[in-house]
């Protein structure tokens, strides 16, 4: 089946600095990619959907200037946590599909992300 | 985009059958129905899939009535390691739509005990 990865899995970073987070399609090509992040005992909150090669589509409420999305291939896209403050501190996971089938979403594994 | 209603919490016992029942009275004629499983500290994990009546697979089962207002994930003979979350969604997965996402409700969380 397909496989997304994530890297870092978990990171811890102070306060102000920036974390950069992968997510990967490692057997297929996936034109679009979209980044969740989800509260300890809460549901999965989808904060953006990135397409290949175009700007990414934020939800309402999420801030494009703080919550940078790259999706420069058709097998990678990062999300960048700027300048991070302990209430971004949350469990982001990635997920990628195919364009043109019907098929499921294939998620990640998901990064732990503390900020201090 | 069609809202899903799902119960909060299930208990069960190892070796029961668990059925766990979604709403989603707004579902669209291009919406299909799909379920996902998520441990904890883990992405979702898909279980199952499926547009009208009844679709199995080598873990689940999923029902679907006739006007597909709802749908009910059936778990055979479930065990301590079923623990989890379990997402209903809806929608349309023909990505060329150009406005397909993925809306995640409260999901269930079923718990197995021994």
């Known amino acids: 089946g397909a496989v997304v990865s994530q890297h870092p899995s978990r990171v811890i970073c102070k306060s102000g600095t920036s974390v950069k987070i992968e997510c990967r399609s490692l057997?297929?090509?996936?034109?679009?990619m979209f980044w969740y992040r989800q509260f300890p005992k809460q549901s999965l909150m989808l904060m953006a959907t990135?397409?290949?090669?175009?700007?990414?589509?934020?939800e309402q409420g999420v801030e494009k200037d703080k919550f940078l999305i790259n999706h420069a291939s058709l097998t990678l896209s990062t999300l960048t946590v700027t300048s991070a403050h302990p209430e971004d501190s949350s469990f982001y996971i990635c997920?990628?599909?195919?364009?043109?089938?019907?098929?499921?979403?294939?998620f990640g594994p998901g990064t732990r992300l503390t900020v201090l | 985009l069609a809202k899903t209603t799902q119960p909060i919490s299930m208990d069960s016992y190892e070796g029961q059958e668990v059925n766990i029942t979604c709403s989603h009275n707004?579902?669209?004629?291009?919406?299909?129905i799909t379920w996902y499983q998520q441990f904890p500290s883990q992405g979702p994990r898909f279980i199952i899939q499926?547009?009208?009546t009844k679709v199995t697979n080598e873990v689940a089962s999923l029902f679907i009535p006739a006007d597909r207002k709802s749908s009910t994930l059936s778990l055979p003979r479930v065990s301590l390691s079923d623990t989890a979350v379990y997402y209903c969604?809806?929608?349309?997965?023909?990505?060329?739509?150009?406005?397909?996402?993925?809306?995640f409700g409260t999901g269930t969380r079923l718990k197995v005990l021994a």
């Open positions: 969604l809806v929608g349309d997965p023909r990505f060329t739509s150009g406005t397909y996402k993925y809306i």
């Open positions: 707004n579902i669209a004629t291009n919406d299909y």
């Open positions: 499926g547009y009208k």
């Open positions: 057997d297929f090509q996936a034109t679009t």
């Open positions: 997920s990628a599909a195919l364009a043109g089938s019907y098929n499921e979403q294939f």
């Open positions: 990135s397409n290949e090669g175009s700007k990414a589509t934020y």
